[in-house]
C-alpha cells in the first residue's frame, strides 16, 4: 500500500516562505512513475489544485501562484516539493500532496499539512 506523507508547514508572516515537502512509505520504486500535484483547502473553500509536475517533468500552476510557487520533484529521495514564498494570508489553507499514474487522475493522497499566513 503507498502512502504519502506531507511535510514543513506551519505560520508565517505575509512575504515569508515555506517549503512543504512529500514523501512516500511504501512501494517506493513506484514514485519515479506517478504524476503529482500540490492541492490546498481553505476553510469554507473547495479543494483547489496548486500545481502539478508530470513524469517529464513539465509542470503547471494555479494563476494565483504563479511566479510565487514552485514545485519540484526528486526521484533519487523519493520526495515531492512545493517551495512557497511571497506568501500571503490567502495562501492560508491544508495542503495535501497527490499522486498518480495517468496525469491529473490521483489515486493516492496524504494527510495534509496545514500553511497560515498572517498580516
Known amino acids: 500500500q503507498v502512502q504519502l506523507v506531507e511535510s514543513g508547514g506551519g505560520s508565517v508572516q505575509a512575504g515569508g516562505s515555506l517549503r512543504l515537502s512529500c514523501g512516500i512509505i511504501?512501494?517506493?520504486?513506484?514514485?519515479?512513475?506517478?504524476?503529482m500535484g500540490w492541492f490546498r483547502q481553505a476553510p469554507g473553500k473547495e479543494r483547489e489544485e496548486v500545481a502539478h509536475i508530470d513524469t517529464n517533468g513539465s509542470t503547471s500552476y494555479t494563476d494565483s501562484v504563479k511566479g510565487r510557487f514552485t514545485i519540484s520533484k526528486d526521484n533519487a529521495k523519493n520526495t515531492l516539493y512545493l517551495q512557497m514564498n511571497s506568501l500571503k494570508p490567502e495562501d492560508t489553507a491544508m495542503y495535501y500532496c497527490a499522486g498518480g499514474f495517468i496525469s491529473r487522475s490521483y489515486t493516492y493522497w496524504g494527510q495534509g499539512t496545514q500553511v497560515t499566513v498572517s498580516s
Open positions: 511504501g512501494y517506493t520504486y513506484s514514485f519515479y512513475y506517478m504524476n
